[in-house]
């Protein structure tokens, strides 16, 4: 059944708005090339963009040739303002953009755990307040919040669980009341990341993998297909839970202590790098266990990360990488033989601190365990990742909604 006309425009309007978004401004000529469109219908398109306040001419495209230059048209980007937040155990990082995603203003601010619920939420909604005044931003659109946790899919809403601080789960409401307008939403920070590595980092290539979150505790995002699987009751990934050899019992519906967080949590990476000598001085709330990784990757070497063994390398950070890896890749192999995903990332400020050599040795002791060829590879995007990624589910959510045709 064919499409009707008010169908079909719709179609072609968010199929310009897309290349407006992903290509930069484009000539009329440009967008009948890259849509296949006739002209006609790119003039219609256009005409009917620039009248709903969607895209606005920013130039001209300069080419020689007789008459006048072509009209460039881009998308009209302070249409709408976004705020993104990665939330922390710690503290709050706020990014304010437009719609096609220029960061306009940022900030960050530690929120210690003296502070009460009230005055931390009060420390976070401030935070959002005064990034959006910097930006010029009169309102925001859409909020995104990347926070640890579950999330319930029926609500939307970060459930409660244990060591997470209760302004977590307040935010959200908090920020609702002071932006009314605004559409505000929490994902997990792990899919997250995984949705930032995806579009941006390294997993732009594959349409199935996991991302492991090697951090403070253990989790996994799961990509399949190109679409993020969050799992009945939200909880897909929660592999810290995961019972492994190695440890001294299981775990339990409550507490996730003898599970694969015990092997690979920060807790049990810095007594792994205890039992192997290694020590190094860390500055007040910063990770202890990524900052112990990341001097042993340096005492190693930096041949190590292709396998060489250089002669001044440290052996007892040789082992100590070594040990580690062996561990995370017990966890990851459990992963590999359900799901196959042919590739995973290495997240988290442990994962991040490993780098190459880390993914290298993950990679080495996963071929002796499975059969299944899995590249392992490390984070691409850094301690950015969360935040990247709830920028751009905050910037599809507002599209969607702006980029949508008008009701009739």
């Not at 006309?5 to 000529?29: K, V």
């Not at 398109?45 to 495209?61: D, K, N, Y």
């Not at 359900?338 to 994962?351: F, K, M, S, T, W």
Request: hydrophobic share 45%; charged share 20%.
């Amino acid at each position: 059944m064919p499409a009707s006309p008010s169908t079909a425009r719709a179609i072609n309007d968010r199929l310009a708005l897309r290349l407006l978004q992903q290509e930069g401004p484009l000539t009329a000529g440009q967008l009948k090339q890259l849509t296949g469109l006739s002209r006609p219908t790119v003039a219609d398109l256009v005409e009917r963009l620039t009248a709903s306040g969607l895209i606005a001419v920013v130039g001209e495209s300069g080419e020689q040739r007789r008459g006048p230059n072509a009209k460039l048209y881009g998308i009209v980007a302070d249409r709408a303002h976004l705020a993104a937040l990665d939330v922390r155990l710690e503290g709050v990082t706020v990014i304010v953009s437009d719609l096609v995603g220029r960061v306009l203003a940022e900030a960050s601010v530690p929120i210690g755990d003296e502070a009460g619920t009230g005055p931390a939420v009060e420390q976070a909604v401030g935070l959002v307040e005064r990034v959006a005044k910097e930006a010029g931003a009169d309102r925001l659109h859409t909020v995104g919040i990347g926070a640890p946790g579950l999330i319930d899919p029926a609500s939307g809403d970060l459930r409660g669980s244990t060591g997470l601080p209760e302004w977590h789960r307040r935010l959200v409401a908090a920020l609702q009341e002071r932006f009314p307008e605004a559409r505000v939403s929490v994902e997990n920070e792990t899919n997250l990341a995984a949705l930032a590595e995806q579009r941006d980092g390294a997993a732009q290539d594959r349409d199935t993998f996991v991302l492991l979150w090697l951090g403070m505790g253990i989790g996994a995002a799961l990509v399949l297909d190109g679409t993020l699987r969050r799992g009945a009751s939200g909880g897909a990934g929660e592999i810290g839970f995961l019972p492994v050899p190695g440890t001294t019992g299981l775990p339990s519906a409550t507490d996730c202590a003898g599970g694969f967080h015990s092997l690979a949590g920060a807790g049990a990476v810095a007594g792994l790098a205890a039992e192997h000598g290694m020590a190094v001085a860390v500055p007040p709330h910063a990770p202890h266990a990524a900052a112990l990784v990341r001097e042993a990757v340096l005492r190693a070497g930096p041949a190590s990360r292709a396998g060489a063994r250089p002669a001044d390398a440290d052996p007892s950070a040789e082992r100590f990488l070594d040990a580690l890896a062996e561990r995370v890749a017990l966890g990851t192999a459990a992963v590999v033989s359900v799901l196959d995903p042919g590739c995973v990332i290495l997240a988290g400020e442990i994962g991040r601190a490993g780098g190459d050599a880390l993914a290298t040795r993950v990679r080495d002791h996963l071929a002796r365990m499975s059969p299944l060829p899995t590249e392992v590879r490390p984070s691409m995007l850094g301690g950015g990742a969360v935040l990247r990624g709830a920028l751009l589910t905050a910037r599809e959510r507002a599209q969607e909604e702006l980029f949508a045709p008008p009701e009739r």
